[in-house]
């Protein structure tokens, strides 16, 4: 059996902590155990950057760091960005008492933790122990950098069939390899096997995946319940549940699952992340208020970190804010404004993740009464829109919304029209388009035509005839412009030919208006007119 200083020797270490007296203890340790090159970080951030730019063999991290990334964070980004190898170690240090604090880093598999306060013997006896284990599974392991599952699996039935004295690590590899390559009912199989001669957590939870994975879902969620039973603070387990809800259409149930999970293991920001959506579709805003706010602070420092989390917090805070200018709804725009003001700044060179913050500004302002304010953040919108190449069908609807929260229905109604003629609208945005279209009531339009018609009316009385007929033509594009604009309209086109002659165009379209007024009768205060206006029209017609 090789000696700790003979595997320690030629392996690249680093050593992180946030304390000086803490980090040269540890390198002194590990030089007096054999190690030949240690690397220190006093923080996550250097850490992650020097796993990112240097192949490390071993890492021994302090769970707690004063700043930027902790101990999990440096394994989810090591994890995440693949700096991290099968064969390589990873040791967390920790002297938190509480579970929930060392929950979120066991579920990202480091090899071993150390409690604070710690021996040299203490280190010597981990070291040894995880190496040894390291060693005897080199092939798997290597075979498991190169993502061969086909090795993997093959490597570790040799090594069962040899009589490994790690065969219960084997069995967990080979499991996890035999779901990877999709074959389910061996993995059923073995996982049966295991649990015959012994209940293992993660033998439960693979047992329960398989059942899952062959549409056997009654069954999985048995298992896991069991498992939960006995494990009560195995979260994937939960997480497990969740999938199954959500995929028998259980939303609500799914929720719940999580919100589980969370209070074992509050520190897991992708369950966080995942909650707060779940919550958000169930309409379930204190939850995902409160999932999404621990996600922007989990992730901040975290290669997760994402704009969804920001703007996804600011729209979950919506349902606190009213025109009332209550406490709630004080404390809940000036949270929504300050983290989108963050989003804008942390992501100011992606103009999408800008134009979405404006639309969710615009809307915060829109729901605190603040109407001018909203405005202009429609039309800041607006104009990051344009700018824009092939936007989303999604950006599209968020900005007819925004401009009918706005008041300006004739741009909603326009843009709507637009998204209607593609031709390659999702269902889900099919069913979003015809919830936007249904927001647009006929007293409101009635009101927006009249507030067009005054506009037209004002240029009219002035002799801006050219302005009179763009606001006319706004207002009568809604089928539900009254009989007074459809009339105020025929008399500016007329008044414009008469001014500048005849033109096929203003003629269509005031022929076009008299179709949708249709014939009056002698009754109606507005026959008169109706009469007279019809009269030029003819003879305008006489003209072309």
């Known amino acids: 059996m090789l000696s700790l200083d003979a595997m320690l020797a030629g392996k690249r270490i680093l050593a992180v902590d946030d304390l000086v007296e803490a980090r040269s203890a540890l390198k002194k340790m590990l030089t007096i155990l054999g190690a030949t ?29 004063d700043k930027g990334r902790d101990g999990q964070q440096i394994l989810e980004e090591a994890r995440f960005t693949d700096r991290l190898k099968a064969t390589s170690t990873y040791i967390i240090l920790t002297g938190e008492n509480a579970m929930d604090m060392v929950m979120g880093a066991l579920e990202y598999e480091p090899d071993d933790y150390i409690t604070k306060p710690f021996t040299i013997d203490v280190v010597r006896k981990r070291l040894e122990r995880v190496l040894l284990i390291k060693e005897e599974l080199k092939d798997i ?27 219960l690590k084997i069995l967990r590899i080979l499991g996890r390899a035999l779901l990877k390559q999709k074959a389910y009912e061996e993995a059923l199989k073995l996982y049966d096997s295991i649990l015959a001669e012994r209940e293992i957590n993660w033998a439960m939870l693979g047992r329960a995946v398989a059942l899952q994975q062959l549409e056997r879902s009654d069954e999985a969620t048995a298992q896991l319940l069991h498992t ?14 969740s999938r199954i809800e959500i995929k028998n259409q259980n939303p609500k149930a799914a929720q719940q699952y999580l919100e589980e999970a969370v209070k074992v293991s509050p520190k897991a920001v992708l369950r966080q992340m995942e909650l707060g959506k779940l919550a958000y579709h169930n309409q379930d805003f204190p939850v995902a208020e409160s999932a999404f706010r621990s996600a922007i602070r989990l992730a901040r ?42 989003a804008k700044i942390a992501y100011r060179d992606n103009p999408e993740y800008v134009f979405e913050a404006t639309l969710i500004e615009s809307t915060t302002f829109n729901n605190i009464g603040k109407k001018a304010d909203a405005l202009n953040c429609a039309n ?12 989303a069908v999604t950006h599209l609807l968020g900005m007819a919304e925004v401009f ?3 008041g300006q229905h004739a741009k909603a109604t326009k843009l709507l029209g637009e998204i209607q003629q593609r031709d390659d609208l999702s269902r889900s945005e099919e069913r ?61 086109k007329i008044s414009y030919m008469e001014n500048r002659g005849v033109d096929k165009k203003q003629i269509d379209d005031c022929k076009k208006l008299f179709e949708r007024l249709g014939v009056l009768h002698e009754s109606e205060e507005r026959y008169q007119r109706w009469v007279l206006l019809k009269n030029s029209y003819q003879r305008l017609v006489r003209l072309l």
Do not use: W
């Open 141 to 167: 392991n290597e075979a498991q950098d190169r993502h061969d599952t086909n090795e993997v699996v093959r490597l570790c039935k040799i090594a069962l069939a040899n009589g490994s004295r790690l065969k």
């Open 404 to 406: 009918l929260n706005s």
């Open 432 to 492: 979003e388009l015809n919830r936007v279209k249904s927001e647009i009531s006929e007293m409101a339009i009635r009101q927006y035509t009249t507030e067009l018609n005054d506009k037209a009316i004002y240029h009219y009385e002035r002799g801006q005839l050219s302005e009179a007929i763009g606001y006319f033509d706004d207002a009568v594009a809604y089928k539900e412009a009254g009989m007074s604009v459809l009339l105020n309209a025929i008399q500016a």
């Open 37 to 65: 090159e240690v690397d220190v970080a006093r923080d996550g951030d250097e850490a992650t950057q020097r796993i990112l730019n240097i192949d490390y063999d071993i890492v021994i991290s302090d769970y707690n760091l």
């Open 380 to 391: 800041k919108a607006e104009k990051i829109l344009a700018g824009m190449q092939n936007p």
């Open 228 to 241: 939960i039973k006995v494990h009560p603070r195995y979260v994937q387990c939960y997480d497990t549940l």
């Open 301 to 342: 420092y975290s290669c997760y970190k994402s704009v969804k989390n920001y703007l996804s917090f600011a729209k979950s805070l919506q349902y606190k804010l009213s025109e009332r200018n209550n406490r709630d709804s004080r404390d809940g725009s000036t949270e929504a404004l300050k983290v989108l003001d963050e």
